[in-house]
Each structure stands twice: as C-alpha cells, then as structure tokens.
C-alpha cells in the first residue's frame, strides 16, 4: 500500500506549499479544509478545492466548525471585533482564535486514523507568523506526541511542518520553484473580492513577496 497522509489546506500560501512538499514526498493525499466561520471562509474554500486538485488529493474533507462563531473571542470569527490593519501588534493578535490549531489536529488526527495514513501535513511558521502559539514548533511536538498517545497502537503519526523555520520570503521562493499556484491561495483575514492589503496578514504576504523580488498575482484594493 502507498503511504499517505493528511493535509490541513487553509487555502493559503503556506498550506499550499505544505501540501505541494508532501506530493513531492511521494504521499497520496488526503485534503482537509475546514470552515469555522472566518470572515474570509467563501475565498478559501474556493482556494481550497484549486491546491487539493493541483497536489492531486485522493480524497477531500471539508469539516463545518460553526461553533468557533459561538465562542468568538478573535476578529476572525466574531464580526464586532475589528481586523487590526496598523500593522503587527507586540504580545498575540486579536485574530488569533482560541486553540484553533489544536482542534484542527485532533479532527485531521480522526481522518488520519480512518484512512491508515502516516503523516499528518501542516504549514505552520513560526519565525514570520503573527506570534499564535500554536503555530509554534515546541507546541506541535507536544500534540504529536498526546496523538499517538491517544490512537489504536498501529496508529503511529508523524506532524510534519516543513515550513516552521522559512521566512515568507523563502515561502514564495520555494512555491514558485515548485509551481504552487499563488493566484489560487488567499492570505486577507477581511476582505474576499480584493485582499486589503493592510491586515497583519495582507502585510507578511505582500513583505514576503517584496523581499522574494517578485509581485503577488492576486488582486489587492
């Protein structure tokens, strides 16, 4: 049997790569999108489905979270909250959403279970991030080993996060070089038809591609 593995695809530059990394690995993929309510959720899903055809998904999941929505506490997920567009801000972001990454382990955990694959693929970084903590690496071993703790025995995954150490211009370096379609990942936490250009998000994008020397193909108001 080919081996396999999961990939939590955001519809962002990151997951993307992440995703293309693991098809380069010789994986068969297993996609995982989830929908938990972000303001932006239309435009990543729609990204979504573009990354899991280009890395040739041989199965796709898109999980509903609505109750991200119910607990709120991040501009992402609750809309009385504002995006922050002044630029980074010192300590955790009001866009981080309470565990978010966790979660999305544990369920991408079940489908990996389900399907016998070895892997599980996610694009955390954490050098050029926004300062989440569970996007950091020291938190990712942890839940990896919690995992496997709490699996059948055959059950043995490994969390890769190939990009936990690049920076975002060596995020759109490495996406070219493998032919990651850029014009199909979205990175704006506010806006869907233009990405505003002014969320800690947009900036880290757009800072990427300027030091990479190269224009960003999606469009921005």
């Known amino acids: 049997m080919s081996k396999r593995c999961v990939c939590i695809i955001s519809g962002g530059m990151d997951s993307a790569l992440s995703a293309k990394m693991a098809q380069n690995e010789g994986y068969e993929i297993i996609a995982v999108h989830f929908n938990y309510g972000q303001r932006t959720e239309t435009k990543e899903r729609e990204c979504f489905s573009h990354i899991a055809a280009v890395v040739g998904a041989i199965e796709s ?9 119910q607990i709120g506490a991040s501009a992402l997920t609750d ?37 016998g694959a070895e892997a599980l693929f996610i694009g955390v970084v954490e050098e050029d991030s926004s300062g989440y903590p569970d996007c950091t690496e020291a938190y990712i071993t942890q839940m990896q080993k919690a ?41 704006c936490y506010k806006e869907e038809e233009r990405a505003c250009g002014v969320c800690d998000s947009c900036r880290l994008r757009l800072k990427g591609f300027e030091k990479a ?7 921005y108001s």
Request: cysteine-free; glycine content about 8%.
């Open 61 to 69: 999941y898109e999980i509903d979270l609505p109750f991200f929505a």
């Open 147 to 187: 995992i496997n703790l709490g699996t059948k025995e055959e059950t043995r995954l490994e969390i890769k996060m190939p990009l936990v150490a690049l920076k975002k211009s060596e995020i759109v370096e490495k996406s070219l070089a493998l032919g990651v379609p850029l014009e199909h990942t979205w990175s």
């Open 79 to 115: 809309k009385s909250i504002d995006v922050p567009t002044g630029g980074l801000e010192e300590g955790v972001p009001v866009t981080y959403v309470p565990f978010r990454n966790g979660i999305f382990l544990s369920i991408a955990t079940a489908i990996a279970e389900k399907h």
């Open 213 to 219: 020397g190269v224009k960003d193909p999606i469009m």
